[in-house]
């Protein structure tokens, strides 16, 4: 429909444009040579026939324009991850209603693209790193500490991928932890070393040798989904880098 | 106008149109796409136990239909039961075990309802997603003598699918946790052999 009102507003508009060109003979250098070999008639039919194209040609073009730079831009939004809908606490951005009615188009399409199942309101909530506490994009030639406390849940896990496909190489001897089969310290807390090197307690090894990596912390049945905003940095485990391969 | 100007006009429109068509291809993605949970989960239709998507025991030989969802929790299995409303409410009996459990009932909008085994009532999960007009039904044939205890959810549309997730806690649990998904049913019901009380 919009196109059609667009297409009828060039239309309306094209007497206009078309004549005063017409007497200014040079504006234009492709019809210009040409009007001095022939009459002044055949050369403004000629104009006019010129014109008639270069305005399809125009429309073409905003068409053409519209679909490229439309699909692109939608395919790079909803390809990878979720645009929108993250609510950052410390390094991680928790993604509280992406399974939800009330999720974005965003976050919708790009569940339908990848096939994901994303967590409920009610079932548990997904947050993801990318980075460390010092924003810079986790490495999987580094090592890193993520310790600390979770949010109130029944039960959690913390996986580390690498992002983008996956390598086509066996699975790796562990991809994360659960929230029972970790080592605690007496008070509670833990730490979870990630590592391409073996480390001694809770290591988690690197996926991938080297590349960006992404850690997920799942938690299940908890009812921090309901008020992620109000998550505060030190309820999520903290994610630093101690160290890094030469 | 001159040539330029008329350019810029064309320039301009094409990047609104680009706006529509951006809106547009994010609005169609879910209803159009192949590889999405709801049309994957049309190929378990039928089923009487929810179709693994994740299965989580390392074994030799893991089952070819897994490996769609881009990044599975290892500890967790997925199963998905899909529904059809129109052929009758869509009954999910779970019974609970040492595992953690959780059921989410989701549409082509997401999802819009998920319980835990929490709310398990003497070890059973009864779940019966219904629409509107079966949940009106089942309201008026509801007999006041009987107690039940399904949870009865109305449906946003037709066509869904039930999530199963079933938290293998520790490594040695992971069979269970297989097992435990195969053994949730989910059946149509049908009103003729509807047991009074579920």
């Given amino acids: 429909m919009m196109r059609m009102t667009l297409a009828e507003m060039v239309a309306r508009l094209r007497p ?48 053409a324009l519209g679909a490229g730079i439309g699909l692109a831009t939608a395919d790079y939004a909803t390809r990878g991850g979720y645009p929108f809908g ?92 659960t929230s029972t089969e970790i080592l605690r310290e007496t008070d509670g807390h833990f730490a979870i070393t990630l590592s391409p090197e073996v480390q001694p307690g809770n290591w988690l090894p690197m996926p991938r040798a080297k590349g960006p990596v992404r850690l997920a912390l799942r938690l299940y049945d908890t009812p921090v989904a309901a008020s992620a905003g109000n998550l505060d940095r030190s309820a999520v485990p903290a994610v630093t880098r101690t160290g890094c391969a030469p | 106008m001159t040539p330029r100007g008329r350019f810029l006009v064309a320039t301009l429109s094409g990047l609104v149109i680009a706006g529509l068509v951006h809106v547009a291809t994010v609005l169609l993605i879910p209803r159009l796409a192949e590889g999405d949970a709801l049309s994957r989960a049309r190929s378990g239709e039928g089923l009487d136990h929810p179709m693994p998507v994740n299965t989580v025991a390392t074994g030799d030989a893991p089952p070819p239909v897994e490996a769609w969802l881009p ?66 039904e089942a309201l008026a044939n509801a007999d006041e003598d009987e107690v039940s205890h399904d949870v009865r959810i109305v449906a946003t549309d037709a066509k869904g699918f039930v999530v199963v997730r079933i938290i293998a806690a520790l490594p040695s649990q992971r069979a269970t946790a297989d097992a435990a998904v195969q053994a949730v049913s989910c059946t149509v019901d049908s009103p003729a052999d509807e047991k009074p009380g579920g």
């Fill in chain 2, 71 to 136: 990044i599975p929790d290892p500890a967790v299995a997925v199963g998905l039961c899909a529904f059809d409303l129109t052929e009758g409410p869509m009954r999910v009996s779970a019974r609970t075990g040492p595992l953690m459990l959780s059921l989410a009932v989701h549409g082509p909008r997401g999802a819009f309802y998920a319980v835990t085994d929490q709310a398990a009532v003497r070890g059973a999960l009864d779940l019966v997603v219904l629409t509107r007009a079966q949940y009106d």
């Fill in chain 1, 86 to 177: 993250g609510v950052p606490v410390g390094a991680w951005t928790a993604w509280p209603k992406i399974g939800s009615v009330g999720a974005d188009p965003y976050a919708r399409a790009v569940n339908a693209r990848r096939g994901e199942i994303p967590l409920a309101i009610g079932e548990g909530m997904l947050l993801t790193a990318e980075q460390d506490e010092s924003g810079q994009a986790l490495d999987a030639a580094c090592t890193y500490q993520v310790a600390g406390v979770t949010p109130p849940a029944r039960a959690w896990t913390v996986t580390v991928a690498g992002r983008g496909p996956r390598d086509s190489e066996a699975a790796p001897m562990r991809e994360g932890f």
């Fill in chain 1, 16 to 63: 206009d444009q078309t004549r005063p060109p017409a007497s200014q003979p040079t504006s234009t250098g492709t019809v210009g040579p040409l009007r001095s070999g022939v009459s002044g008639r055949l050369a403004g039919l000629l104009r006019r026939g010129v014109r008639r194209a270069s305005t399809v040609t125009l429309m073409l073009y905003a068409l």
